[in-house]
């Protein structure tokens, strides 16, 4: 059964952190499916993951791209999983949908703002209601600390 995984942004922004999961997401040999909820959002990361440090960059893609299905990190608003990924991560309260075909759901929220922290925990309502095995994880000083 797909883990489900909240993280609550505190010290940092989405663009320090998404990077470094995905990263490790690609180190696993995993795939990743990035849902946010709007389509700037999308434009946005998709630039983002090409320069967001001087001597690498994230191989990705966008959904509805020609070879969308071989991108090891597909950008979308939408809920297929066109590259069979294995981790979902969604961004700015993206709806669940259909997640029993991950590994892994993570859900990134600024816990800053109060309708992303608000959207966050009736996420992770929807998801304990739906049966699934959810782990919170809070941004310390050092890495993150598993609260949940």
């Not at 297929?80 to 309260?93: I, V």
């Not at 892994?104 to 800053?112: K, M, Y």
Request: net charge negative.
């Amino acid at each position: 059964m797909t883990e489900v995984w909240f993280y609550h942004l505190e010290r940092s922004g989405l663009e320090q952190v998404l990077p470094e999961l995905l990263e490790k997401t690609l180190a696993r040999g995993w795939r990743a499916l990035v849902r946010a909820a709007s389509a700037d959002r999308v434009e946005h990361l998709d630039g983002w993951l090409w320069s967001y440090r001087d001597e690498s960059f994230l191989p990705h893609g966008l959904a509805g791209e020609p070879q969308a299905e071989r991108q090891p990190i597909l950008l979308t608003t939408g809920s297929e999983n066109h590259n069979g990924a294995q981790a979902l991560f969604l961004l700015d309260g993206a709806e669940f949908g259909e997640i029993d075909g991950y590994e892994r759901c993570i859900v990134l929220f600024d816990g800053r703002d109060e309708p992303a922290l608000t959207a966050a925990r009736a996420q992770w309502s929807q998801a304990k209601a739906r049966g699934y095995s959810c782990s919170y994880w809070r941004q310390a000083a050092r890495g993150w600390e598993k609260q949940a």
